[in-house]
């Protein structure tokens, strides 16, 4: 009997339960629901909206009618400031229960349009308008609604809809400052990449966006942590299917110069992880990879390394030789002296300057007045070169023929100064040379020389085009043949 009692009991609690559950469903089915901008247009719902930063917009709002209503706020819904600061738009479905009479708090959450605007504080209001503007926004606001990201990638997804900003205007714009007056930008890499994704996925056409076209950010990707986020942005690059370091590596022969640097960034933050990419790289057959690859291995150790920029110290294209040496420059170590020594007299005058220079760090001293010279000759210290005598001059000869004018000049001036007879027809020679600076010096080392076989190459000198270049010539026939070329030219 008392069983049966408590049964009729719960049956009775479980009646009244579902009585009650009933009520409240047809209470709530029975209530209306209304979007904001229509609830305010008709006078049903009395709204005051004001700024509360970048991430939410605040809403109080309180019913004017005397039957129960829900607000629904759908992402998309614009908020129009009415004073200097960006309007905000919804990026996510709001509904507010305003059963009671009462004012009702709300926050909102939404994000900046026009970036360039003040951020909205509680002193700015705004007006409520169902659909925002430009279009586009309102496709990319139904995809946030459901997306699962941070909120500075809401905004900054907002932001290239709105005003298609290239990387450099958000790490400038879209900032955190701090107390002691220091800047740091808002969003990660990884923000910016899950708002493109965003933008994207909302069926936005991309091709002429900032962000996109750059290639920064998808560059700068590769190398998160965060997996997804770096398969997108091997996709974003056009390398869908290939290892991410061996993309990177891919970039470093780019046509941008921009890009390759950022190429050349992201490797260095991979670490040991691009070493294996970068060796075979600096072997490889592109040499704008070749060269940015082997100016990446000056921060790798170990014999491989040492080995691969040994061979390009061998290349035929003197950039790659003179990265090489500058990548070879602070290490240690018996067999960095015997790649770094030859190399002092390479045909080429950078070449030679960073191998000296690499010495130098090692404090390497010539062993003789033949690498001396050499050593002298690559860091263009003339002066020294002329106080170690003849020994000099062969060698200051065989740099007469360098691409560079300055260290042909250099070498011109000191062989004047040495008077050595086998510098006579190597300086002959460059009276032809297209620098005139060169071809002027090369009338002032003749003259000291005062051999004859040199007065019909200056003759041909009176001729010049540059003043300085025919004044020489004059003194050195002067000094050689002690007639006055001036008057005999005048008559």
Known sequence: MR??????????????FMISFSAVNVR?????????????????????IKGAGLAEIEARLERQTEQPITIAIPAGTFFVNRG???????????????????????????????????????SFSFDVRQTPEPKELARLCIRLAIAQISIPARQ???????????????????????QNGSTTPAASNEDILQAMKAVEQAGINTANKKL????????????????????????LLGFTGREPISAL???????????????????KKAGPLALEYLLLAANGMDPTVALEAIRLLAGFEGTHVVQVLRNATASTNPAIRAEAVRSLSGRTGVECLSILKPLLQDSDATVRKNAAEAL??????????????????????????VALGSVAVEPLITVLQDPEAPVRLMAVKALGLLADERAVEPLIAMVADRDAEIRSATAVALGKLGDYRAVESL???????????????????KAITGKDFRKTKLT
């Open 3 to 16: 069983r049966d009692r408590k049964r009729l009991a719960a049956l009775v609690l479980i009646v009244a």
């Open 28 to 48: 709530v089915c029975a209530q209306q629901e209304m979007l904001l901008a229509d609830a305010i247009t008709n006078g049903l719902v009395r709204a005051e």
């Open 84 to 122: 200097a600061a960006l309007n905000m738009v919804a990026v996510k479905n709001i509904w507010i229960d305003l059963s009671a009479k009462t004012e009702t708090r709300v926050m909102i959450p939404s994000a900046g349009t026009n970036m360039y605007k003040r951020v909205p504080d509680s």
């Open 156 to 178: 900054i997804a907002v932001w290239i809809v709105t005003d298609d900003p290239a990387r450099h205007d958000i790490d400038k714009t879209y900032i955190i400052r701090w």
């Open 212 to 235: 996109f076209k750059e290639k920064i950010s998808a560059i700068r990707g590769i190398v998160s942590a965060d997996q997804e986020i770096a398969d997108y942005a091997v996709k």
């Open 249 to 267: 590596v891919s970039l470093l022969g780019d046509n941008v110069l921009a890009i390759r640097a950022e190429a050349a960034n992201s490797l």
């Open 360 to 385: 130098q760090r090692l404090r390497w001293r010539p062993t003789n007045k033949t690498e001396e010279v050499w050593f002298l000759i690559a860091l263009r210290r003339a002066e020294e070169c």
């Open 459 to 477: 003759i041909e000198l009176l001729a010049d085009a540059d003043e300085q270049v025919t004044e020489d010539a004059w003194q050195a026939l």
